[in-house]
């Protein structure tokens, strides 16, 4: 089935420093891709939608200088978090739709767990 | 928006059925999900519904569709102690933004 790799599942990095974390489908095409937040205990909270080609749409709230956004490739979409401080430590989740073919389906990556110390 | 709505916990004795139920708002919900969510890991897709559809059976899963209710559930046949996991529910509109429940934590007691 199609698989959305998420890379790097764990990552801890200085206070204002830059991370980036990949989404990438596999087998498939995705021209829309999605990027969530969870805080401990929880639900997801949508940050952004990326469409390939184009600017993300941000959720309201999330600031979109620091969370920067980028669908260059209908399999690669990418997050950095910039100056991060210890406060956006958290599990964020990239998402992908499939095609037609799928049902439309999303598709979900393993997760990336950021600690920002 | 969109109010998906789940309870919080779940607990059922190994062996037993498990419902999980979830309410939502939108009537223009196009597909619904069912994802499971283990400690420490990321969401992995159960099974889904298109929203023309009443049930849907996947080898121990069930979904139930009650649209006019806007009501969703996911039934686990012979619940196992590997069953237990975070469930979350996640209803797609027309606009085809996803939007999910808080969660239900299923405990299964051996």
């Known amino acids: 089935g199609a698989v959305v790799s998420q890379h790097p599942s764990r990552v801890i990095c200085k206070s204002g420093t830059s991370v980036k974390i990949e989404c990438r489908s596999l087998d498939f095409q995705a021209t829309t891709m999605f990027w969530y937040r969870q805080f401990p205990k929880q639900s997801l909270m949508l940050m952004a939608t990326?469409?390939?080609?184009?600017?993300?749409?941000?959720e309201q709230g999330v600031e979109k200088d620091k969370f920067l956004i980028n669908h260059a490739s209908l399999t690669l979409s990418t997050l950095t978090v910039t100056s991060a401080h210890p406060e956006d430590s958290s599990f964020y989740i990239c998402?992908?739709?499939?095609?037609?073919?799928?049902?439309?389906?999303?598709?979900f990556g393993e997760g990336s767990w950021l600690t920002v110390v | 928006g969109e109010d998906v709505e789940q309870s919080l916990f779940l607990s059922v004795r190994e062996g037993d059925s498990s419902v999980i139920n979830c309410t939502y708002t939108?009537?223009?919900?196009?597909?619904l999900y069912w994802y499971k969510q283990e400690p420490g890991a990321g969401l992995q897709l159960l099974t889904y519904?298109?929203?023309?559809?009443d049930m849907k059976q996947d080898q121990r899963l069930t979904v139930l569709l009650n649209k006019k209710d806007k009501h969703l559930s996911l039934r686990i046949a012979d619940t196992q102690t590997g069953d237990s996991a975070i469930y979350f529910c996640?209803?797609?509109?027309?606009?085809?933004?996803?939007?999910f429940g808080g969660g239900t934590r299923l405990m299964v007691k051996p």
């Open positions: 519904i298109f929203s023309n559809m």
């Open positions: 990326s469409n390939e080609g184009s600017k993300a749409t941000y």
């Open positions: 996640a209803v797609r509109n027309a606009g085809n933004m996803l939007t």
């Open positions: 939108d009537s223009s919900s196009t597909y």
């Open positions: 998402s992908a739709r499939g095609g037609a073919d799928s049902g439309n389906t999303i598709y």
